[in-house]
């Protein structure tokens, strides 16, 4: 069975200290991958997704870089933080065939406090 | 642009109650809708699927429709019990500006839920 993981769970860091989320899929080959960022009060936001090793696309202008160096792993980076990024991470992946993007997968998320 | 709204926002019901949550979608050409249930702090936990080319989907006491023609989608839960209560979400997978996919969920506000015995 397929499982995605998640660390740190929690994190707390200063304004203008860098920023390494990480995700990792397991039981499952060439997934598409997600970043969202849940803040409160303002539901989910799709940040990044990535169809393959190296090829990141970007939904929305921010302080925030993802990278998939292999393919089951999707790195969330920046290298100064902001208050404004604040928030719970959310990673997901899902499998696409027969021309259709099927069900969306979630990890257990990081909870990121920027003081 | 796609737009989610979710009615009510939160509702509080005795243990036993059938209820529905409402979803709601300004742009009809999505590819398949998706109710996740969300425990505080946890992350989301996919309920049902719904296909566009699908009507109704069913999981034990839940039960999800979709009416693509009107932007709608409903989630029926029978016999309601405490643990149930949870943030129900919905998103649909929806097209890019350039016609295809790559698998983007538009998420709804959520709906608080509280079952109480």
């Known amino acids: 069975s397929q499982t995605i993981h998640q660390w740190p769970a929690t994190l707390v860091q200063p304004v203008g200290s860098p920023l390494s989320l990480e995700c990792t899929v397991e039981g499952t080959s060439n997934p598409n991958l997600y970043w969202y960022r849940q803040a409160a009060g303002r539901g989910l936001q799709l940040l990044f997704y990535s169809v393959g090793i190296g090829q990141i696309s970007s939904e929305v202008p921010q302080n925030l870089s993802a990278s998939r160096p292999q393919d089951r792993q999707f790195i969330l980076s920046s290298k100064k933080l902001l208050l404004s990024d604040s928030g719970f991470y959310l990673c997901?992946?899902?499998?696409?065939?027969?021309?259709?993007?099927?069900?969306?997968?979630f990890g257990p998320g990081t909870r990121l406090t920027v003081l | 642009k796609q737009e989610v709204t979710q009615i009510p926002a939160a509702l509080s019901v005795p243990e036993g109650e059938n209820l529905v949550l409402n979803c709601s979608f300004t742009?009809?050409?999505?590819?398949?809708l998706q109710w996740f249930r969300q425990d505080p702090g946890k992350g989301l936990t996919s309920l049902l699927l719904?296909?566009?080319?699908?009507r109704e989907q069913t999981s034990g006491r839940l039960n999800a429709s979709l009416d693509k023609s009107s932007g709608r989608s409903t989630l029926y839960i029978a016999a309601s019990q405490p643990g149930d209560s949870a943030t129900y979400l919905c998103a649909v997978k929806v097209f890019n500006a350039g016609g295809t996919s790559y698998g983007k969920l538009t998420f709804g506000q959520g709906t608080i839920l509280t079952v109480h015995p």
């Open positions: 742009d009809s050409a999505i590819y398949n």
């Open positions: 997901a992946w899902s499998t696409y065939s027969l021309g259709e993007y099927n069900e969306q997968f």
């Open positions: 719904i296909q566009s080319s699908q």
